[in-house]
């Protein structure tokens, strides 16, 4: 009866709630959600998994929800990538397929959707990009953007999420013809293309940011870090990124969204690369680095940042990494905390929701220069693979993915 209760609440809240842009790591795509009124300490059990949804489909990326709609990607018959939408307790509203998965190495589908005025963006493993009705799934326009734009593809293949502007969907391509390519929003036809930087493309998803007027896309490729201008897809400042990666292996491999604040950017990414900041001048036209810390580099976990500290893990080898603290404005490194192995990193209501990525642990943690201060912690049951998808939450309730099934906690106190 309990269950049947807590399923009609969360229904009810869900769909009064709902948000303008539902997207990978939150609204912002900082890692930060906007919930408020969650339990400031767990059960020693952790909290009430108060559903499980199983078969969506082998997938790292993460789950959104979208005006009182679950919506999750995840491999179809292990050749095709689909999205699925299923409604607050649970139950399959419908599913479609919208590309072919990734064939090579981690084929699990990575994009995360991206939904707004009732649509949804996607791109799949095999570099489609689309548009779905999010209210049926039917497709709204696809376009073949990896062959069309003869795009470059680095070892691991796509893990992007659609970024959109104003009137586009934006999708990183790498290769000889452009880096980054926009279609407008709802009718699927080329705005732009930029000119080719050259290079792969890198795994990071952009963002958008806005500086004085100015509104520009901050993109990767596998050499460097760039800022596009989102109205015409002028290249505005470029930086090479290949003379800080002198580790042994990873070279090109940038994984991370880029984080914004304040003028200032910080990008990271894993394999012995060193986190950067840049000061971004007044008008947005070119970037200083400001700093870089070789102790916080994050694989592909993100990052947050609260009261002036950042809080990620660091690369240590594929399989290890330790929890890492720094501070914003100098760089330099806060504390470093070995607790089973890195992993993915959220921030809601005034708490880190920490998720490794070996054995499915989760701690709850209070944002501290001083030390890492686990409140609480539990342990996800079920699925299969490593715990990449990182968490969510929404309404009171935290979302985590473990593979082929989906577990929804109430965190609301």
Same mark, same amino acid.
């Given at each position: 009866?309990?269950?049947?209760?807590?399923?009609?609440?969360?229904?009810?809240?869900?769909?009064?709630?709902?948000?303008?842009?539902?997207?990978?790591?939150?609204?912002?795509?900082?890692?930060?959600?906007?919930?408020?009124?969650?339990? +400031?300490?767990?059960?020693?059990?952790?909290?009430?998994?108060?559903?499980?949804?199983?078969?969506?489909?082998?997938?790292?990326?993460?789950?959104?929800?979208?005006?009182?709609?679950?919506?999750?990607?995840?491999?179809?018959?292990?050749?095709?990538?689909?999205?699925?939408?299923?409604?607050?307790?649970?139950?399959?509203?419908?599913?479609?397929?919208?590309?072919?998965?990734?064939?090579?190495?981690?084929?699990?589908?990575?994009?995360?959707?991206?939904?707004?005025?009732?649509?949804?963006?996607?791109?799949?493993?095999?570099?489609?990009?689309?548009?779905?009705?999010?209210?049926?799934?039917?497709?709204?326009?696809?376009?073949?953007?990896?062959?069309?734009?003869?795009?470059?593809?680095?070892?691991?293949?796509?893990?992007?999420?659609?970024?959109?502007?104003?009137?586009?969907?934006?999708?990183?391509?790498?290769?000889?013809?452009?880096?980054?390519?926009?279609?407008?929003?709802? +009718?699927?036809?080329?705005?732009?293309?930029?000119?080719?930087?050259?290079?792969?493309?890198?795994?990071?998803?952009?963002?958008?940011?806005?500086?004085?007027?100015?509104?520009?896309?901050?993109?990767?490729?596998?050499?460097?870090?760039?800022?596009?201008?989102?109205?015409?897809?002028?290249?505005?400042?470029?930086?090479?990124?290949?003379?800080?990666?002198?580790?042994?292996?990873?070279?090109?491999?940038?994984?991370?969204?880029?984080?914004?604040?304040?003028?200032?950017?910080?990008?990271?990414?894993?394999?012995?690369?060193?986190?950067?900041?840049?000061?971004?001048?007044?008008?947005?036209?070119?970037?200083?680095?400001?700093?870089?810390?070789?102790?916080?580099?994050?694989?592909?976990?993100?990052?947050?940042?609260?009261?002036?500290?950042?809080?990620?893990?660091?690369?240590?080898?594929?399989? +290890?990494?330790?929890?890492?603290?720094?501070?914003?404005?100098?760089?330099?490194?806060?504390?470093?905390?070995?607790?089973?192995? +890195?992993?993915?990193?959220?921030?809601?209501?005034?708490?880190?929701?920490?998720?490794?990525?070996?054995?499915?642990?989760?701690?709850?943690?209070?944002?501290?220069?001083?030390?890492?201060?686990?409140?609480?912690?539990?342990?996800v049951e079920g699925g299969e693979g490593p715990y990449w998808a990182h968490p969510a939450i929404y309404n009171g309730m935290l979302y985590l993915r473990h593979g082929n099934?989906?577990?929804?906690?109430?965190?609301?106190?």
């Open positions: 009866m309990r269950l049947i209760i807590s399923c009609v609440l969360f229904f009810l809240l869900g769909r009064v709630s709902g948000q303008e842009t539902a997207q990978f790591r939150g609204p912002s795509r900082d890692g930060i959600y906007p919930e408020k009124g969650l339990l +400031k300490k767990w059960p020693v059990s952790g909290p009430k998994c108060i559903i499980q949804i199983s078969g969506i489909g082998k997938g790292y990326s993460q789950p959104v929800v979208y005006k009182g709609i679950i919506y999750v990607t995840g491999i179809k018959q292990d050749t095709l990538d689909m999205v699925s939408a299923y409604d607050l307790t649970g139950k399959l509203l419908w599913n479609q397929v919208y590309g072919p998965a990734w064939a090579n190495s981690f084929t699990d589908t990575r994009s995360t959707p991206t939904i707004q005025n009732d649509k949804i963006y996607l791109v799949s493993g095999m570099g489609i990009v689309c548009c779905l009705d999010a209210n049926d799934g039917k497709i709204v326009w696809s376009q073949d953007a990896q062959n069309q734009f003869k795009g470059e593809y680095h070892r691991w293949g796509i893990a992007e999420s659609v970024l959109l502007t104003d009137e586009a969907a934006i999708y990183v391509t790498g290769g000889v013809e452009t880096s980054v390519v926009a279609f407008d929003k709802n +009718k699927g036809n080329l705005l732009w293309k930029t000119k080719s930087l050259g290079g792969a493309r890198a795994y990071a998803s952009s963002i958008l940011i806005e500086r004085n007027g100015l509104k520009l896309i901050l993109a990767q490729t596998g050499n460097d870090f760039f800022a596009v201008n989102a109205m015409n897809g002028d290249i505005v400042w470029r930086f090479n990124l290949l003379p800080f990666q002198t580790g042994a292996m990873g070279k090109g491999v940038n994984t991370n969204m880029p984080l914004y604040h304040d003028g200032e950017i910080l990008i990271t990414s894993g394999y012995d690369h060193p986190a950067m900041l840049f000061s971004l001048s007044e008008d947005g036209r070119s970037v200083n680095l400001k700093w870089k810390n070789d102790t916080m580099d994050t694989h592909h976990g993100g990052v947050v940042l609260i009261d002036g500290n950042l809080y990620g893990t660091n690369w240590i080898t594929n399989p +290890k990494g330790e929890w890492v603290s720094l501070n914003w404005k100098t760089g330099k490194t806060n504390w470093v905390k070995d607790w089973f192995t +890195k992993g993915s990193i959220i921030s809601a209501d005034g708490l880190l929701y920490c998720y490794e990525e070996k054995g499915g642990n989760v701690a709850l943690v209070q944002p501290d220069a001083s030390d890492f201060k686990i409140i609480s912690t539990f342990k099934i989906l577990l929804i906690y109430n965190i609301k106190a």
